[in-house]
C-alpha cells in the first residue's frame, strides 16, 4: 500500500497495522524454521531450552561420524544425477511443450505436473512397486528416476515461463542462415532461456536433497539420504546431531538458491548485453 504525497493519519495507521501484520506472518512462517539452528550449537544431549552452552560438538558428530558422512555423499550423489536428469528432460519438454503445434498439448501439461499434485507416498508405492519388478529397487539408479519424476515439474515450469517470451522467428532466421537445430539452440534459444533452467535446476536439486518419502521405500542401508537418516534418528536415538544435519541442509539450500539468483541475473544482463 502506498501512501499518497500528504497522508492522512488513518492512512498512517492502516500502513503501519498491514507492516504489523506482514511481519507477524514472516515470524509465524519463519519461526519454526529457525528453532534448530540455536539447538544444534547446544552442549547438552537433549533439546531443552535455555541452551545447556555453546559448542560444535553436534556438528562434528555430523561431519565426523561414518553413518552420517555416508548419509551426506548419497545425497549429494542422488541430488546431482536428478539435477542433471531432471533439466535435461524438463528443458526438452518445456521446449516442446511451447510449440503451439503439439498434439495433445493440453492433455500432456496436467501429466507432465501431476507429480505436483499426487501426494508423495503414492509415488513412492508405485515406483517400489514397478522398480522391484525390473530390479531398481535399492539402486542408485531407481531412487535418481523417481526423484527425477518429481523434480522435473519444476523444470518444465521454470523453462516454460522463460518461453512465454521468446520469438521463434530468431530460430527461423538461424536455420535460413545455414545453422542447424542444434546449433541454432545453442546460440539463439539457450542464452535466452538460461535463467529458466538455472533456476529448475535449482529447485531440482533441493527437491531431491530433501526428499525422504521415496528414499525410505527404494534405498538400502547404504544408500541412506540424510534427510532419511534424520528420519531414523527422529525414530530411534534422539540426538541433537539431527539439529546440526537440519542446520546444514537449510544452509545448503539458502546458499543454493542464492548462487542460482546470481547466475540467473547473470545470465539475463548478458542476453540483453547480446540483444
Known amino acids: 500500500m502506498l501512501l499518497s504525497p500528504y497522508p492522512t493519519l488513518g492512512e498512517r495507521i492502516r500502513v503501519s497495522l498491514l507492516w504489523l501484520w506482514s511481519a507477524l506472518v514472516i515470524v509465524f512462517l519463519m519461526v519454526p524454521i529457525l528453532v534448530p539452528i540455536p539447538l544444534s550449537f547446544n552442549s547438552g544431549a537433549f533439546f531443552v531450552f535455555p ?40 528443458t526438452l519438454t518445456a521446449i516442446a511443450l511451447a510449440n503451439d503445434k503439439f498434439p495433445a ?20 508405492v508405485g515406483s517400489y512397486l514397478f522398480y522391484a519388478r525390473i530390479g531398481l ?10 526423484h527425477t519424476a518429481l523434480a522435473s515439474p519444476f523444470v518444465v515450469v521454470t523453462v516454460g515461463a522463460s518461453l512465454t517470451g521468446f520469438d521463434r522467428t530468431l530460430m527461423r532466421a538461424a536455420s535460413i542462415s545455414g545453422a542447424r537445430p542444434t546449433v541454432a539452440f545453442r546460440r539463439v534459444m539457450l542464452p535466452l532461456i ?41 525414530r530411534e536415538r534422539l540426538s541433537p546431531a539431527i539439529t546440526a544435519a537440519a542446520t546444514l541442509m537449510m544452509l545448503l539450500s ?21 540483444s
Not at 205 to 230: I, Y
Not at 254 to 264: E, H, R
Open 51 to 90: 541452551l545447556e552452552g555453546l559448542s560444535l560438538r553436534w556438528y562434528e558428530v555430523v561431519l565426523g561420524t561414518e553413518r552420517w558422512q555416508m548419509s551426506i555423499a548419497n545425497s549429494l550423489i542422488i541430488g546431482f544425477g536428478t539435477t542433471v536428469l531432471a533439466t535435461t528432460l524438463g
Open 254 to 274: 539458502i546458499v543454493l538458491l542464492v548462487v542460482a539468483n546470481l547466475l540467473v541475473r547473470g545470465a539475463r544482463k548478458g542476453s540483453k548485453l547480446e
Open 137 to 146: 529397487a535399492s539402486t542408485y539408479a531407481g531412487v535418481i528416476l523417481a
Open 194 to 234: 538460461l535463467p529458466g533452467i538455472l533456476s529448475g535446476a535449482a529447485f531440482a536439486f533441493v527437491t531431491s536433497f530433501d526428499e525422504v518419502v521415496v528414499a525410505q521405500f527404494l534405498t538400502s542401508a547404504s544408500q541412506r539420504t540424510m534427510p532419511l537418516e534424520m528420519f531414523t534418528g527422529l
Open 105 to 124: 498439448r493440453r492433455i500432456v501439461m496436467p501429466l507432465v505436473i501431476s507429480p505436483l499434485i499426487v501426494p508423495v507416498v503414492i509415488t513412492a
